[in-house]
């Protein structure tokens, strides 16, 4: 059994799916893992590292013949798997909807099982896989840290003997696995945190991190709970009464970091133009949304650009920005997920149907995951 780890063709993605303690984990399993050479280079992870773990160093083509599975972050392109065995598995953040349709098609066309990671259930034996909350996690942290960089004011309260310094005002929308860690970071920076979702459920989750909920609680009957324990899309009123409640939220605070995202759909409008013309000139907005569409009216992915005063920090792949952390847990996700599933008489992973039928896309040159088919 052949692991193959490729280099990352995407501009920006500096992470890798394999380092070489996930290598050397593979390798004690029975796996021979070949590194194409460089992969490593954006987490700074030295190739002589993963060749004294045990891994093969070679170009891509060397890497990839008869591989029986592909490791990568951001999902190659099925005709850059040339040499790869008959049937092999391409593992990745596969962003199957929407753009990344023709992609799926192309890996069924090419006879590949493709397993999106990001497809992973959220259930309690997955979370060691669970690529998403890793990767989150991060962005969540490197967003306030971000947002402190633009700010030109300091975070926490300072009294000195010039004078008082106040602390910053840090507004967190969508209490995901980002947010939470947005709120956790903010207040270790000594801000004074506010935050909201549409789940009730989080509204004990913000309290127990010492930050403020501001919640909608005018429009009775929603829960705002969807399926999997993700967001649905709120009503008309839900709306109506949320843009009110931020409206008059927002105008009082320094920074905003927004999450909000609702699966396979474009990101929820949490912050309108008319509503940032309110806020003070020098605050700062961070939309981690923005490339599912964007939560802030305004926000350009991969840039930061100025309106009204007010900057809005649009970067692309958050996560990516701290590659050699976002790499390290990323890799041990797949481990977790390859390793779990390890048959040590056929010496490969077999997925069980619970989870195999949540993340593989296609196979047997078709497309067979029900979301993709609904
Ligand atoms: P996400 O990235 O899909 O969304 C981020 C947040 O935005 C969510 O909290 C969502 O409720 C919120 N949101 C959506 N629309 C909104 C709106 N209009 N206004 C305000 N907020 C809005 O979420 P996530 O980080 O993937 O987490 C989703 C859920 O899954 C959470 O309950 C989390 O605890 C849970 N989870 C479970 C596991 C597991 O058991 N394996 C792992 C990770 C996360």
Redesign the pocket.
């Known amino acids: 059994m052949k692991i193959a780890v490729v280099s990352e063709q995407a501009s920006g993605e500096r992470r890798v799916a394999a380092t070489p303690e996930t290598a050397r984990k593979f390798i004690a399993l029975g796996a021979e893992v070949a590194v194409e050479a460089g992969a490593g280079a954006g987490a700074a992870i030295a190739d002589s590292d993963y060749a004294a773990a045990g891994a093969a160093l070679g170009d891509r083509a060397a890497t990839l013949a008869g591989a029986e599975i592909v490791l990568a972050v951001q999902p190659p392109a099925a005709d850059s798997l040339v040499g790869v065995a008959p049937g092999a598995w391409v593992v990745a953040i596969m962003a199957p909807f929407g753009d990344g349709r023709g992609r799926v098609e192309a890996y069924a066309a090419a006879g590949y099982e493709a397993l999106a990671m990001d497809l992973m259930p959220?259930?309690?034996r997955?979370?060691s896989m669970?690529v998403?909350?890793s990767q989150?996690n991060l962005a969540g942290y490197k967003a306030v840290i971000d947002a402190a960089a633009e700010y030109g004011r300091a975070f926490p309260m300072m009294m000195t003997a010039a004078g008082t310094v106040s602390a910053a005002r840090v507004f967190v929308?969508?209490?995901?696995?980002?947010?939470l860690q947005a709120i956790a970071t903010a207040r270790r920076l000594g801000a004074q945190v506010s935050a909201?979702?549409?789940?009730s459920a989080?509204k004990e989750q913000i309290l127990s991190l010492g930050a403020k909920p501001v919640f909608v609680e005018a429009v009775a009957g929603i829960e705002?709970e969807g399926s999997g324990?993700?967001?649905g899309e709120?009503s008309p009123e839900y709306q109506k009464a949320?843009a009110e409640l931020v409206s008059a939220h927002i105008a009082k605070q320094d920074i905003v970091i927004t999450?909000?995202?609702?699966?396979g759909r474009a990101a929820?409008r949490?912050v309108s133009d008319a509503q940032l013309a309110t806020m003070r000139p020098g605050s700062v907005l961070v939309d981690l949304a923005v490339e599912q569409g964007g939560n802030v009216e305004g926000a350009v992915a991969g840039e930061i650009v100025e309106r009204h005063g007010v900057r809005i920090i649009g970067h692309r792949n958050t996560a990516s920005r701290l590659a050699a952390d976002s790499a390290a847990l990323y890799s041990r996700n797949l481990y977790n997920f390859l390793s779990t599933f390890w048959d040590k008489e056929q010496g490969r992973p077999v997925l069980d149907a619970e989870i195999g039928d949540a993340v593989r896309l296609t196979r047997g040159g078709a497309v067979v995951n029900a979301r993709l088919l609904s």
């Not at 929308?173 to 947010?179: C, D, K, T, W």
């Not at 909201?196 to 789940?199: A, E, I, L, M, Q």
């Open positions: 959220r259930i309690t997955a979370q669970d998403l909350s989150s929308m969508g209490v995901g696995v980002a947010g909201t979702d549409v789940r989080t705002g324990g993700y967001a709120m949320q999450t909000a995202l609702i699966p929820p949490l």
